[in-house]
């Protein structure tokens, strides 16, 4: 599907870019539509939040480190809040909490510093433990580990938040059924990301005047 929506010259409500991994990419769904950028569009229009610009840079196997590269196609375009969306693949790498807090740290300062971002959201990790394409004991390994990183990056927001520049971390509770989980049994599926999207778009409608930007 389409890489960028809502017309490049058109004046914007909220200029939003998505970085981050193949789930970011919406790998799991047949449609850019059905995935979390055209649920979270939609879930922001819903919100009175249009129009709507939006950008996505994300690749399959993409880990925290990743983000700098993805994000240089995009010269020094500006946005108003960036989701990022990395850990399943500095999870099934084993990555320390350190190393991964610093690729965070520095993708934070790039969307910052480049990119002007006013806030930034760093979504969650999913639940690993219950994904069904992984076998026991690596399920158990690979959900205990997401859920260390998961931990960290929480208390790294918490630390590194600014009031000029909100930096959020919005947990990726999800309950429910297989059906959830796409067909590989490791990626969202299209209800998945319905409550993904809905999850990020409460979060960013909680930020303070961040849709109050001028558009002249």
Do not use: K
Request: hydrophobic share 45%; charged share 20%; proline share 7%.
């Amino acid at each position: 599907g389409e890489r960028e929506g809502g017309g490049a010259d058109a004046p914007a409500a909220l200029r939003l870019l998505i970085v981050g991994d193949s789930s970011a990419a919406g790998v799991g769904v047949a449609m850019q539509c059905d995935a979390l950028t055209g649920q979270l569009a939609d879930e922001l229009g819903r919100r009175g939040i249009a129009p709507l610009r939006w950008r996505l840079a994300a690749a399959t196997g993409a880990e925290a480190a990743d983000a700098p590269a993805l994000l240089a196609p995009l010269g020094n375009e500006p946005f108003d809040v960036a989701i990022a969306v990395f850990g399943v693949n500095d999870t099934t790498a084993l990555r320390p909490p350190q190393r991964y807090l610093a690729a965070v740290e520095r993708a934070t300062e790039m969307l910052r510093q480049r990119h002007g971002v006013r806030a930034v959201l760093w979504s969650g990790l999913p639940p690993m433990h219950r994904l069904p394409a992984l076998p026991q004991p690596l399920r158990w390994v690979l959900g205990s580990h997401a859920r260390v990183l998961d931990r960290s990056l929480a208390a790294w927001c918490r630390r590194s938040d600014r009031a000029d520049a909100p930096l959020r971390h919005v947990p990726l509770a999800i309950e429910g059924d297989r059906t959830l989980i796409a067909s590989d049994g490791f990626h969202p599926a299209t209800g998945a990301c319905r409550v993904w999207a809905r999850l990020l778009a409460d979060a960013i409608c909680r930020i303070p005047d961040l849709t109050e930007r001028s558009t002249t």
